[in-house]
């Protein structure tokens, strides 16, 4: 049915799990890679595409998506580490950032005001990210709020509500723990995660890098 791939026999022994996130593009679910929990993004086949084009827009994207998280952990960029392409089910194999792991976008809309002293260390953290991915000439493509994850930096004794979903509320409680215990300053709050390379390019136009 699909000549152009062979199917990896090993990738049999995965079960899917719980799904993180559904789009209209595809989904990324929680899986076990080798006993290791991962996520897993896998791209929908389009039937109203031509099946040659669906299968070439898909492999383009994936390959760009996994070269340029490659590429951004060379240039010390914080980005989920890929563990397995599977081209012919169009998945991609990734580090999982974890149940206290929130999209920029979750954070933001869960604070009252931004006026929140959080909000000033996000932005740096934003531009020393983005700083760093231009200057190696990797333009993101979809920048956004949603495709940006904070992974908070939780003090040892820290005990979640909720282990499997942390809330707005404790992160920042967790933040104000860090700052009155000790001069770790930027990583009080925590790390930034860039995700979702799949419109990526490699440029060095200042035109492409601006949008
Ligand atoms: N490695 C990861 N660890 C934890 N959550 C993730 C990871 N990758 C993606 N997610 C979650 O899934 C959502 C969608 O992932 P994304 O790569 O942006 O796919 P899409 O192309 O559907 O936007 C993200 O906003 C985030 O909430
Ligand atoms: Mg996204």
Not at 31 to 57: A, M, N, Q
Not at 96 to 106: E, R, S
Not at 164 to 178: G, M
Request: one cysteine or more.
């Amino acid at each position: 049915e699909n000549p152009g791939f062979k199917a990896n026999p090993m990738l049999s022994k995965i079960q899917q799990d719980q799904i993180v996130s559904q789009g209209a593009e595809g989904r990324i679910y929680l899986s076990d890679l080798w006993g290791h929990l991962c996520i897993v993004k896998e791209r929908f086949k389009k039937t109203y595409r031509v099946p040659e084009l669906d299968e070439k827009l898909t492999k383009q994207r994936m390959t760009q998506e996994v070269k340029s998280m490659q590429r951004l952990s060379k240039c010390g960029v914080q980005t989920p580490t890929v563990y397995l392409v599977d081209e012919y089910d169009r998945k991609i194999y990734m580090e999982y950032l974890g149940p206290t792991a929130v999209t920029l976008k979750d954070f933001l809309c869960g604070l009252n005001s931004l006026d929140h002293p959080s909000v000033e260390i996000i932005i740096t953290m934003i531009a020393k990210s983005l700083a760093k991915m231009h200057n190696n000439d990797i333009v993101h493509g979809d920048l956004t709020t949603s495709n940006m994850m904070l992974l908070p930096t939780l003090p040892m004794d820290f005990k979640l509500a909720n282990p499997h979903r942390i809330s707005v509320d404790e992160i920042l409680q967790a933040f104000t723990q860090n700052k009155s215990n000790s001069a770790l300053d930027s990583k009080c709050l925590g790390e930034l995660f860039l995700i979702d390379f799949g419109l990526s390019k490699v440029s060095s136009k200042v035109e492409d890098k601006g949008v």
